[in-house]
């Protein structure tokens, strides 16, 4: 199985992730923010990771350094997991449609890590999250992971669906991109022999 447990410590957040490749999107999510728990809920059951996070941060400032930390260390739990990624499909994308709203999100399991956030909200919030909020875990998720992502929001109005179609865009995508391809199998998907660089 390709699982990793990582724990990161600062004055602003306490954080232990675990993640489980070749799970089934059973999750266990608490970190202080019911929204961001509901949309990395989504994120684990559509892309079949397994995702345990606590995560204690300084809400009392903020949303801000718990919702980007988390980012990071779900990211670096997925980048150890994925290990030399061997045989991966490394490529993925999904458009997700959620009643009004249609979002997709194309990814490259790279080492080369860059984000193209193409998403506007028209609400400053949603629950207590501030929705500028949303880039900066995708960024931080993006950059730790090794992801080069691209997320769309193609149409849309409510900003829930929105961003919920954001998170489970990825979730797909990213599954589709870190399956085994059987014919690479011993292979690293690329012509330089090496991923990343």
């Known amino acids: 199985m390709r699982s990793a447990d990582i724990a990161r410590k600062t004055k602003e957040t306490d954080i232990s992730v675990s993640v489980n490749l070749d799970g089934t ?3 266990d999510v608490e970190t202080g923010i019911g929204f961001l728990d509901h949309m990395l809920e989504g994120f684990s ?3 079949l990771i397994d995702l345990k996070v606590r995560c204690k941060g300084d ?3 903020d949303g801000h350094h718990t919702t ?3 980012g990071i260390v779900m990211g670096q739990a997925v980048a150890k997991a994925l290990g030399d990624m061997t045989g991966i499909t490394r490529y993925g994308h999904s458009y997700i ?4 709203t249609l979002t997709r999100a194309a990814l490259d399991v790279s080492m080369r890590p860059y984000l193209i956030w193409k998403v506007d909200f028209s ?9 500028e909020l949303f880039k900066e875990w995708f960024h931080a998720f993006a950059m730790n ?4 992502l691209h ?3 193609i149409y849309g109005e409510n900003n829930h669906h929105i961003v919920e179609s954001c998170f489970k865009a990825l979730a797909r995508a990213l599954k589709m991109a870190i399956a085994p391809d059987p014919r690479q199998a011993g292979q690293t998907p690329s012509t330089k022999g090496v991923l990343g660089g």
Do not use: C, F, Q, W
């Open 25 to 27: 999107g059973a999750y």
């Open 45 to 47: 059951k559509h892309s």
């Open 59 to 61: 809400l009392h400032i």
């Open 68 to 70: 980007e930390d988390v």
């Open 97 to 100: 449609p959620m009643d009004e």
């Open 123 to 131: 609400r400053d919030k949603l629950g207590e999250m501030d929705t």
């Open 145 to 148: 992971a090794g992801l080069t």
């Open 151 to 153: 997320v769309e929001n």
